[in-house]
């Protein structure tokens, strides 16, 4: 008999040292001579399959069974992680293989667990070995105690306590319990700043995401203590001084103090802030390709000025760019300052070696669980087997950005082995959710109660195609739309959109009538790229207006159905241009939007033209505002001789047009008291945001200023200066869960005797 374990339950690292030990000692202390062995048993099995023992061992019967081949099987048995403790035993020509099984995991419970979701802490521990039907693993458990103790910490929870319970039930299972006393977080109760002299601590702290308990920390939790979120402020502190000349700015040393209590943080920070420089030369050196004067216009430093480490660092991206350009992927930049410190100067060189000229040759697409590779690919304008461009690699990434279908986009260049001249490009992306269900109601003061049910997938099936059905209700409006757009309709980059709809509406009536106007049409578009920022559209499609009546309907419905009839069709036409460089769609601080619209009925029994441009712009101010200005002007004619359609008529007041005026006001009043809109339609809007103290850098939240400026008028009459209504207040802005969020409050400023005010207005997906 051969005991080649002699140890009590070990876990499985333990074990499998001791197992070697034993297969080194064998030979000298417990030798088995060679025999042939007539049966193999396995014995302590409870839930393993006896297939998986017998799958490991290195031999079978009628083998001949040495040491050698025991201390393979012990090894083997070991690594499969599923035994605490392996032994065998020889009883005559029989290896007896006897297993000592782990435990198995039953369930993963968690108690007091609300600062962190439970399911992907579940999906974490599991691929850390800690699941249900996983082995137990004592060790594994303690690991991910002390882990999750950690993740705490980082939350400023520092007396949250946790305590694993392991409980053993029947067949050899244990259920595993993290219990979790999780406490009050702790909060920033002072930063301070010694050493600065040249600039205030306010100052300083104002550029800082770590800020001290205020009004509106509970909502950015920016009192909340992280050392990587103070390694980041610091880094902005440093990059404040280096900008402004302060070369030898340094961060001496910071202690962070936390109270007895731990509910209260108090942070100081020495900082030596040495002297400034200012710029007295630049110069190139190294190799330039012979285009230094092209590489010169690149430099953001000029002499004289003061030392900026934000323009150094820009410069030398600037060059890197520039060399991809030319097809040197792997370019180094070397920015040297030369400091003369009695006289305050420095001069700052640029070494340059561009390395050598690489070309594509393959691009890789990873992390797109869900969307196809190839609608990837055709954002992509730098091709594989050309060389290597910087400037094309950069547009693809933007491009693919935008799609909107990730989380994140990453592009890297990877060296091909034993191919110098070659680079492989890999996108990783990380994708995130494009569909959307919606099922609610809510409140509006200008549409009343409104219902609201939409399916929508803006990336159906991986295609990178949209899909959606939309079901609108509201007490003036009810909307049915399916639509689906395809962005790649040809391979040349034209999109298609088709839209089936069925619209009612009833303009708001003081005789409270029960008419309306029933619209069910379809319709096609072509969108045509003519640049990489610019896209002319093309549309044609059918639509039929019916008039219902009844007692109160408006005047011009009136007239409109004697002239045109109960139901009308018409075929229109649509051209349109648009342009968007903005910096963001939903919370814009910079850039420009374009857009023109051309409507043209042009056959049926309507025929009219209807045009509609729209100018935005923004410009970023310091202290982290912006303002923004919004422009939009619509013009409707009647052709062959007939008037504008009264239901194509522009409309204004209210969110998107002319504040603290009634939504839908303004403009021509029908006899009956109906709100009807016009054929013409002017608006001008600007808004100055603020960021809300305490938020920090977070623009999802932001206060704003608005003064407003337009009105709408018919067809026959004149856009004049005194008929403008005018408006200003404030406002508070927010992207919340459900949509964009827009509440105001203001005074009209030039108002008429029959219009409609309401100072407060609020509503959900409105951009201005």
Do not use: H
């Not at 030898?248 to 040495?274: C, L, W």
């Not at 592009?411 to 034993?418: D, F, I, P, Q, R």
């Amino acid at each position: 008999m051969s005991p080649v374990s002699p140890f009590g339950p070990l876990r499985p690292a333990a074990a499998l040292v001791c197992a070697f030990v034993a297969a080194l000692a064998a030979p000298s202390a417990f030798a088995v001579t060679p025999f042939v062995l007539k049966d193999i048993r396995v014995e302590g099995i409870q839930r393993t399959d006896p297939g998986t023992v017998f799958a490991a061992l290195p031999f079978r019967i009628g083998d001949t069974y040495t040491d050698d081949k025991g201390a393979a099987a012990l090894r083997a048995l070991f690594a499969t992680g599923l035994f605490k403790d392996v032994r065998i035993e020889i009883e005559g020509q029989v290896a007896v293989v006897i297993i000592d099984e782990r435990s198995i995991i039953a369930s993963v419970t968690f108690v007091g667990l609300k600062e962190f979701d439970k399911d992907p802490l579940t999906k974490s521990l599991r691929d850390a070995g800690i699941g249900e039907g996983l082995p137990f693993d004592r060790a594994l458990v303690d690991r991910a105690e002390q882990e999750i103790k950690r993740q705490y910490l980082s939350r400023s929870l520092y007396g949250a306590e946790v305590v694993t319970t392991v409980t053993p039930l029947e067949r050899n299972r244990v259920n595993v319990t993290f219990t979790m006393t999780e406490g009050e977080a702790a909060r920033i109760k002072d930063i301070r700043i010694a050493g600065n002299s040249v600039f205030s601590e306010s100052k300083l702290l104002e550029l800082f995401e770590l800020t001290p308990t205020g009004w509106f920390t509970w909502y950015s939790k920016s009192d909340r203590y992280s050392r990587s979120k103070l390694n980041s402020d610091l880094e902005k502190l440093r990059a404040y001084y280096f900008n402004r000349g302060y070369l030898e700015f340094a961060v001496e040393s910071t202690q962070v103090t936390i109270s007895p209590d731990k509910q209260t943080i108090s942070i100081a920070i020495s900082v030596r802030e040495g002297q400034p420089y200012t710029v007295t030369s630049v110069r190139l050196e190294g190799d330039y390709l012979g285009k230094e004067k092209e590489f010169q216009a690149f430099v953001l430093l000029r002499p004289g000025q003061p030392y900026r480490g934000d323009a150094v660092t820009e410069t030398s991206k600037r060059f890197q760019d520039l060399f991809g350009l030319y097809g040197y992927a792997f370019a180094r930049i070397e920015p040297r300052p030369e400091i003369d410190r009695a006289t305050g100067q420095v001069a700052v060189v640029f070494t340059a070696e561009p390395q050598r000229r690489v070309y594509v040759r393959r691009i890789d697409v990873a992390g797109n669980t869900r969307t196809r590779d190839e609608v990837v690919r055709r954002e992509f304008r730098q091709l594989e087997g050309a060389w290597y461009d910087g400037g094309l690699i950069k547009l693809s990434k933007e491009r693919v950005d935008r799609l909107g279908y990730f989380k994140d986009v990453e592009v890297e260049t990877n060296e091909v082995a034993g191919a110098p001249d070659q680079v492989d490009l890999v996108v990783t992306l990380t994708e995130k959710p494009t569909g959307n269900l919606l099922v609610g109601a809510g409140y509006s003061n200008a549409e009343k109660f409104t219902f609201t049910a939409s399916v929508k997938q803006e990336n159906a099936f991986g295609s990178g195609n949209y899909l959606g059905v939309e079901v609108n209700t509201s007490k003036y409006n009810r909307t049915l739309v399916v639509s689906t757009v395809d962005p790649y309709f040809t391979v040349d980059g034209i999109s298609r959109a088709i839209d089936l709809y069925y619209r009612t509406s009833r303009p708001i009536n003081s005789l409270g009538s029960s008419y309306d106007l029933k619209t069910p049409g379809a319709s096609v578009r072509f969108g045509v790229p003519f640049s990489e920022y610019d896209t002319v559209f093309l549309g044609a499609g059918i639509e039929e207006t019916e008039i219902s009546t009844s007692i109160g309907i408006p005047l011009s419905y009136l007239n409109y159905r004697v002239l045109y009839g109960e139901k009308s069709t018409s075929y229109p036409v649509t051209l349109g241009w648009a342009r968007d460089a903005r910096d963001s769609v939903l919370v814009p601080t910079a850039g420009r939007y374009q857009r023109v619209n051309l409507e043209w009925g042009a056959a049926g029994e309507v025929r009219y033209l209807r045009t509609n441009l729209q100018y935005q712009e923004y410009w970023p101010l310091p202290l982290r505002m912006s303002v923004g200005i919004n422009a939009e002007l619509g013009l409707g004619r009647g052709l062959g001789g007939k008037p504008f359609p009264v239901f194509k008529n522009f409309y204004g007041g209210g969110l998107g047009t002319v504040r603290t005026f009634e939504q839908g006001s303004l403009g021509v009043v029908d006899p009956t008291g109906a709100y009807i809109g016009g054929a013409k339609r002017l608006n001008v809007n600007t808004e100055l945001y603020f960021p809300v103290p305490g938020t920090g850098n977070d623009k999802s939240l932001r206060i704003f200023a608005f003064a407003d400026a337009g009105n709408v008028w018919r067809e026959d009459e004149t856009i004049t200066y005194d008929s403008v209504r005018t408006s200003a207040g404030v406002g508070l802005s927010w992207i919340s869960p459900v949509g964009p969020l827009k509440l105001s409050y203001g005074k009209p400023l030039r108002v008429q005797r029959n219009d409609r005010i309401q100072r407060f207005q609020f509503q959900i997906g409105t951009a201005f």
